[in-house]
């Protein structure tokens, strides 16, 4: 194994750490679900941040043989980004300690927890448009259309991120989200991701 397949081996331990968090709030609710008052909301949210932890991990890949990125500054900045993105996924459904023994409304769960969802994801999001300025500001030679392409990409997400850890009304979080998951899909599209 070379130093960068080290890299890639930890950042899959935290990211499989977050996909199974997911997976055992989900299974606990499934389990439970005769208690359980059921939103779509919090769902979704819960699937879109296990997927943007599949996607980051995944992108890792791309980045394999540029300068820099075994360097402990660069690596530990790209954990500090997965570990809150981890968080962000361990705080999107109900944990064990939340049924209690008593109901648990998906609603009322996610208007709680909502603020330190998107908190965390907003971090991320700035490492993560922080790490693609590093690479298109330092690695490659200038170019204004490739820098504008790349703020068009990861900005939306750290701004609409913010938005939904600051709007509380259920209408603006759905209206909000929903410009995330455009963003997200036409960003794909366009990258042949």
């Known amino acids: 194994m070379d130093q960068f397949e080290y890299v890639v081996a930890l950042m899959s331990v935290i990211t499989g750490l977050g996909l199974a968090d997911v997976g055992l709030s989900l299974h606990r609710l499934m389990k439970r679900r005769a208690t359980v008052r059921w939103d779509w909301l919090p769902l979704a949210v819960a699937a879109y941040i296990a997927f943007i932890l599949i996607r980051l991990w995944y992108q890792l890949w791309t980045v394999r043989d ?20 981890f968080l962000a996924a361990a705080a999107a459904l109900p944990d064990e300690d939340d049924f209690d023994g008593r109901r648990i409304d998906l609603g009322a769960f996610y208007a709680d927890q909502r603020r330190y969802i998107w908190i965390l994801f907003s971090v991320f999001a700035v490492g993560w448009a922080g790490h693609d300025f590093y690479f298109t ?6 170019s204004l259309p490739r ?39 036409v960003w794909m599209i366009l990258s042949n991701f």
């Open 66 to 85: 540029s300068p820099g990125v075994t360097g402990l500054l660069f690596f530990t900045t790209l954990l500090a980004e997965t570990f809150v993105l």
């Open 137 to 142: 500001a330092f690695l490659e030679p200038f």
């Open 147 to 185: 820098f504008g392409a790349s703020a068009l990409v990861f900005l939306p997400p750290v701004v609409l991120g913010a938005a939904l850890a600051l709007v509380k009304a259920r209408r603006w979080q759905v209206a909000i989200f929903g410009l995330l998951l455009v963003h997200e899909v």
